[in-house]
């Protein structure tokens, strides 16, 4: 098993930046395939991005592409995602996800989550 906490959400102007953090413990963290997604309220929850075990593959959702950087330290057990030109509309919930060996976009996929942290972007 591993253990997620997100850090680092906060309120933000639009075009503003913010760097979330997940935190990981227990199992060795360089063995999971690791994941950021989003819940705004009354919606579904949302890819943002993904990268592989390694760092070396990394994908976006379509409104994240260019302004989202997702990447990870595994000698800190931590993941990140840079988030630069926020907009109203990024505004949510933002989870770290982890599952073993294979980078998925889909949700239902991933067996450990965090509490997630709140990123509120005002216009």
């Known amino acids: 098993q591993v253990q997620l906490v997100e850090s680092g959400g906060g309120l933000v102007q639009a075009g503003g930046s913010l760097r979330l953090s997940c935190a990981a413990s227990g199992r060795a963290f360089s063995i999971y395939a690791m994941g950021w997604f989003r819940q705004a309220p009354g919606k579904e929850r949302e890819f943002v991005a993904t990268i592989s075990r390694s760092g070396g593959s990394t994908s976006y959702g379509d409104s994240m592409e260019g302004r989202f950087t997702i990447s990870r330290d595994n000698a800190k057990n931590t993941l990140y995602l840079q988030m630069n030109s926020l907009k109203p509309e990024d505004t949510a919930i933002y989870y770290c996800?982890?599952?073993?060996?294979?980078?998925?976009?889909?949700?239902?996929?991933?067996?450990?989550w965090g509490q997630g942290t709140q990123v509120t972007v005002s216009s």
């Open positions: 996800a982890a599952r073993p060996m294979v980078v998925s976009t889909l949700a239902h996929e991933y067996a450990y």
